[in-house]
Each structure stands twice: as C-alpha cells, then as structure tokens.
C-alpha cells in the first residue's frame, strides 16, 4: 500500500510540473491524497476506512530569460547641450525581463567619449561628467548593456543584453524615425483636416 501511495504522489508531482510547463505561469497548489487502510488482521479485505493527506506543491518560475533593451531606436541616439552641466541627464536606458525575480543593473562596457558620461547603474540613467563643453555636431559614443544580476549563469557572468551602441550628439540632432516604412489608410470620402 505505502507503495501505491508514493506512486499515486509522484503522479500527481508530475502532472503539476506538466501544467506548470504547458501554461508557464506561477502554480501554488493544494491537493489531498486520499488511501485506504488495508485490514492487516489476516482477512485480506480492506477496513474501508480512508485516510487524508494534504500536500502542498510551489513551483516558481526560474530566471532563465535574458533582458532585453526597449529603447528604439537601436542603435540608440540622445543629444546633449553644448554647455551642460555636470550631472545632466541626456538619456535613460531601459530593459525589460520575463522573468518575475528579475533584477536589472545597467552598464557602461566601452567609453568612447574620454570619459565624458556615466551610466547609473540602478536606474540606467545617462549623466554628463566634467565641465569641459561639448562640441557642436560631435558624435560621443558609448557601448552599454543590461544584465540581470538574479540570473546567473556561471561564477562569473550573468544574463545580460547584447551590447548596444548609444551615439550622443553635441547640439541637435535631425529630426529622426524610428521605423523604415510607416503606413496609414485613408477613407476616400474623408473630410478635408479631418483626424
């Protein structure tokens, strides 16, 4: 009996694990395993009487999705005041991550600039760095990526973003679009300056 009993619970262990695959959510269950008591007076019959068991199963999702960023355009593009001062926000990096435990950390991989920005680690935030002015039409470019510091995949390294490329222009920038091809169908017997 004790083993029907395991089997009936790794059946049921499986079958959770199974929903929790196929539906891929945060599963939290309770189940009552149900057995009968079997006579072990010699008469080989069963007492009838049943006994209850309860079993709670937690399954959690595990860290196993990369960030990614969200900013578009990629590469990403930001301009900065010629005369900004230290400190200056110019542009806010943002990733996000399936995963529910995430926790996202920003970084500078590859200054171009002679050290001219910063990269907040905790919130993504872009800042000026020094008092020296900017050039008019000077392209300051930085290599940035965001890991997830929950999702580790060795001692050393934890899933992270590809590098990406941010290009801070001095001054301002043309105007810019974000996708190659925009379409917008119009009714032919739409009024004239009608939305």
């Not at 995963?99 to 000026?128: A, C, M, N, P, W």
């Not at 992270?160 to 810019?176: A, Y």
């Not at 996708?179 to 917008?184: H, N, Q, T, V």
């Amino acid at each position: 009996m004790f083993i029907l009993c395991v089997c009936v619970f790794v059946c049921l262990v499986l079958r959770c694990i199974y929903l929790y695959f196929k539906y891929y959510s945060f599963f939290s269950g309770e189940f009552v395993r149900k057995s009968r008591r079997v006579d072990g007076g010699g008469g080989g019959g069963d007492s009838g009487d049943t006994d209850n068991q309860r079993v709670i199963l937690q399954i959690t999702d595990v860290n196993d999705e990369p960030p990614y960023f969200i900013n578009r355009p990629l590469p990403m593009q930001a301009v900065v005041k010629l005369n900004a001062a230290p400190n200056t926000p110019v542009f806010t990096l943002q990733a996000r991550d399936p995963d529910k435990d995430h926790d996202i950390h920003y970084f500078l991989v590859r200054d171009r600039t002679g050290g001219r920005f910063e990269v907040d680690e905790k919130s993504g935030v872009v800042r000026t760095r020094g008092s020296e002015m900017f050039q008019l039409d000077m392209e300051y470019v930085l290599y940035v990526k965001a890991e997830d510091q929950n999702g580790r995949i060795d001692d050393k390294h934890f899933q992270s973003t590809p590098e990406e490329r941010l290009s801070i222009v001095g001054g301002k920038r043309p105007p810019q679009f974000y996708l190659p091809k925009y379409e917008k169908t119009i009714p032919e017997n739409a009024a004239k300056d009608s939305e």
